[in-house]
Nanobody
């Protein structure tokens, strides 16, 4: 019903910036949550940021507050993740996700549609 396509990522030096994009296609709802998750090798997947396409409410994982910013373009069903002051510990596979019903914004089990993943590597 919904296809999630993400782009961006790459390799940067510590302290650098990177911007990820994610678009949802198909039978998308007017109001939905879209979010970013990440998973580093040997670690569990964790919530990075989420945004609601109705009232512009945002949610962030504690480990990225003040460095990452999530934003939206509702006309394009697209969200962005601006990552600043990147650290080596930010290295992970980043996944975009969407859900068309209510749930916890940063709980991965509440998301139904997932992007293919984008690698972000931060070197020291």
């Amino acid at each position: 019903q919904v296809q999630v396509v993400q782009s961006g990522g790459g390799s940067v030096q510590a302290g650098g910036s990177l911007r990820l994009s994610c678009a949802a296609f198909g039978y998308t709802a007017r109001y939905m949550y879209m979010a970013w998750f990440r998973q580093a090798p040997g670690k569990e997947r964790e919530g990075v940021a989420a945004i609601y396409t109705g009232r512009p409410t945002t949610y962030y994982g504690d480990f990225v507050r003040g460095r990452f910013t999530i934003s939206r373009d509702n006309a394009k069903n697209t969200v962005y993740l601006q990552m600043n002051e990147l650290k080596p510990e930010d290295t992970a596979m980043y996944y975009c996700a969407a859900v068309t019903s209510g749930g916890s914004p940063l709980r991965e089990d509440d998301y139904r549609y997932w992007g293919q993943g984008t690698q972000v590597t931060v070197s020291s």
